[in-house]
């Protein structure tokens, strides 16, 4: 009985990864350096930009 919920559940965890993997590949040159990619701002380790208008602002100045 809980057959359908089942399935949606499963094609929502299929769709999220694949939006993971496309993100991931779109930014696969760049790599977390411990600052800020656009702007050199310190950041935590593992992160490549300080927000979404550095990443936006560096995928521009490469020409993206
Ligand atoms: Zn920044």
């Not at 949606?8 to 990619?37: P, Y």
């Amino acid at each position: 009985m809980s057959d359908e919920v089942d399935v949606s559940n499963d094609k929502w965890d299929w769709f999220v990864s694949m939006q993971v993997r496309s993100a991931q590949h779109r930014t696969a040159e760049a790599e977390a350096t411990g600052e800020c990619l656009f702007c050199s701002e310190e950041l935590p380790e593992g992160r490549r930009w300080c927000d979404a208008d550095c990443r936006d602002g560096w995928q521009k100045m490469k020409g993206k």
